[in-house]
């Protein structure tokens, strides 16, 4: 069926630009050929202009990885438009189990002790201390209802947003995604402070240098208020 | 009878498990407790030497684990008590000698006809290690007061919550009085609030140990030392009675240093 009245593919002016929305019930192929033929019909529209950004919106379509770049690939060879964005309703099993493990928070009673790691996918409170030589590692935030002696990595995959919290904060190091914080070896610093007095949380503050900083668990929320405007 | 196996434990090496095993054993059998005592640090065996009954060794517990001879066979018994006897471990094996099966079948066999069965583990988190806390219900874990010997206590408490075994208890071994600590010794309390365990006695550091272990005379037996009243006391806590931690584990000077330690006003 090549005689399809031209209704698979629509593109659409929208406020943020131009949208192409393609029917998701005809087969992919089907799809792709007529996607074709429209960029090449409408290769006027967007051969002299400045370069458009355009968002695909695939509808109830699964659209596996290689499909997604077929796609690209047809829009992108017009040289004038740029794809902003592959939207499709539709995700694996596998891929929303991932969104919900990353949405959860994982808690675990006990003592994170030397030698021990304990890795989650989305945020972990942990009821009890983490000893010298224990490490924490989540993908979303840390929480410690106790003493974090030892190791805490936040933002595994690269949420720099992520923040550590402790009831008590002496940590030998925190990572929040790639940006790091060591407390001072004992040879540089005899006494061993904790890095803020009373429950605090690490966040990662600068723009062009990164840093962890500080601050009282009750500023917490303001934090999580401003982060979620970015 | 059916006794207890408890496995005294560390990580680290040279923290005292050897002399705690064998003074632990000595105080119970001076409460008249019948003891055995199993040495499992294969390849480095120094119980024999610390209890001093090196010299009557003939078969050991690897014999006794392939079966070259039966396990009463190889213990060595001590004269000067009722009843304490050594399992001593092989000196020119290493610790894949035995494996945790042929542990248990041993600590089984003993099980009946002794009240405690204490095993001396050695230092590491290894095979040896395995083998030691196969056979035990119970576990002491010792540490001295510093930084590294505590983080190592902590890594062996985390591998023992894995085990089908009890929640360990803490000797703090080697403390000594504020007067003379320095640099890197932590408090009792701090090294209790770290491992969050329940603190089964302390030891003071103390040269009679030393001394003692020199030749071949377990310290518990010397009445008039501060380390070997400590060890009675934890015997006694073995046996069920409610010692208090401090009030008589000292003669009075050293008392009042001790609660300047725990910060107990006087
Ligand atoms: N409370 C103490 N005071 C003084 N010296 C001690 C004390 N406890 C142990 N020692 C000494 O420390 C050394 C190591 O002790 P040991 O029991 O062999 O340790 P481990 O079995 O853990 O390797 C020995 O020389 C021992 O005499
Ligand atoms: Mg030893």
């Keep these: ?230 | 009878m059916v006794g207890e196996a408890i496995v005294i434990t560390s990580g680290k090496g040279g923290v005292g498990k050897t002399t705690t095993s064998a003074n632990i054993g000595t105080a119970l059998a001076l409460q008249g407790q019948k003891v055995c005592l199993i040495d499992t640090d294969i390849g480095l065996r120094n119980l024999d030497v610390v209890m001093g009954l090196e010299n009557r060794i003939i078969y050991d517990l690897v014999d006794a684990a392939e079966g070259r001879c039966k396990v009463q066979q190889a213990l060595i018994r001590d004269k000067r008590f009722d009843c304490l006897h050594l399992l001593p471990a092989a000196q020119t094996k290493d610790k894949s000698a035995v494996n945790p099966e042929q542990m248990q079948e041993i600590v089984e066999t003993l099980r009946p006809e002794y009240d405690f069965i204490l095993i001396d583990c050695p230092a590491g988190i290894e095979q040896g290690f395995k083998n030691a806390v196969s056979g035990a219900d119970k576990a002491i874990v010792v540490t001295t007061p510093d930084t590294a010997a505590v983080r190592d206590a902590d890594r062996i408490i985390g591998l023992l919550e894995n085990e089908d075994i009890e929640p360990p208890k803490l000797v703090v071994n080697r403390v000594r009085s504020d007067l003379s600590r320095e640099g890197n010794v932590l408090d009792v309390e701090d090294v209790v609030a770290t491992l969050a365990v329940d603190l089964l006695g302390m030891i003071v550091d103390e040269e009679h140990v030393l001394k003692a272990a020199h030749k071949g005379e377990p310290i518990a037996m010397n009445p008039n030392s501060r380390a070997s009243l400590g060890y009675r006391n934890i015997a006694r806590r073995l046996l069920g009675e409610s010692v208090p931690l401090m009030a008589v584990e000292e003669k009075k000077s050293f008392f009042s240093k001790m609660k300047s330690l725990f910060g107990i006003k006087s």
């Design chain 1, 1 to 230: 069926m090549t005689n399809n009245n031209g209704n698979y593919v629509t593109i659409k002016g929208t406020k943020e630009g131009l949208t192409i929305v393609l029917n998701d019930q005809c087969s992919f192929h089907e799809l792709l050929e007529e996607l074709k033929k429209k960029i090449e019909r409408e290769q006027r529209l967007f051969e002299n202009g400045p370069q458009v950004e355009v968002r695909v919106d695939a509808g109830n379509r699964y659209l596996s990885k290689s499909h997604e770049e077929e796609i690209t690939e047809v829009l992108n060879k017009t040289g004038s438009v740029r794809v902003h964005e592959v939207h499709s309703n539709v995700m694996t099993k596998g891929e929303a189990q991932e969104v919900i493990e990353k949405a959860t928070v994982t808690s675990v009673t006990q003592i994170v002790r030397s030698g021990q790691v304990l890795r989650k996918t989305g945020d972990i409170l942990i009821i009890g201390d983490v000893n010298p030589g224990g490490v924490v590692e989540a993908t979303g935030n840390i929480y410690v209802i106790g003493a974090l002696k030892g190791i805490a990595r936040a933002g595994t995959e690269g949420e720099s947003h992520a923040v550590v919290c402790a009831s008590v904060m002496i940590p030998k190091q925190i990572s929040i995604s790639d940006t790091y914080f060591y407390a001072p070896e004992k040879h540089e610093k005899q006494e061993q402070k904790p890095a803020i007095e009373g429950p605090g949380y690490a966040y990662v503050t600068g723009e062009e240098y990164k840093a962890i900083a500080f601050e009282e668990t009750k500023m917490l929320g303001h934090y999580l208020r401003s982060v979620s405007y970015t």
